[in-house]
């Protein structure tokens, strides 16, 4: 039921472009908010951006005006289109879900429990 995969990491020169995709199960992605979250090495994971169901998007200071997530709930799918890519932007970029619960909403059991996928690599080369 919990799945999250994503794809789309690769190196690229400061000041292009990447596009992550996360695949999610549809138990995910009906019930929880999702987002991107990245981690560099000797770093603490830094929340990136996230989306609700709504579509209300929030961002991290160091990302506003470059990054833009997005999510098509047809095909239970995030993305977060990367611009203007910087070298500190390097970092493993993790999909990941922030579930309800304990409890049942929409007719489903979650327990509260928030979800990562296992990371894909992001490198900016100056």
């Known amino acids: 039921q919990v799945q999250l995969v994503e794809s789309g990491g690769g190196s690229v020169q400061a000041g292009g472009s990447l596009k992550l995709s996360c695949a999610a199960s549809?138990?995910?992605?009906?019930?929880?908010?999702v987002g991107w979250s990245r981690q560099a090495p000797g770093k603490e994971r830094e929340l990136v951006s996230t989306?609700?169901?709504?579509?209300?998007?929030r961002y991290a200071d160091s990302v506003k005006g470059r990054f833009t997530i997005s999510q098509d709930n047809a095909k239970n799918t995030l993305y977060l289109q990367m611009n203007s890519l910087k070298t500190e932007d390097s970092a493993v970029y993790y999909c990941?879900?922030?579930?309800?619960?304990?409890?049942?909403?929409?007719?489903?059991?979650?327990?509260?429990?928030?979800?990562w996928g296992q990371g894909t690599q992001v490198t900016v080369s100056s």
């Open positions: 990941a879900a922030n579930c309800p619960g304990p409890g049942w909403y929409s007719g489903r059991y979650y327990s509260g429990e928030n979800y």
């Open positions: 989306i609700t169901r709504g579509g209300t998007t």
């Open positions: 549809e138990y995910i992605f009906s019930g929880c908010g």
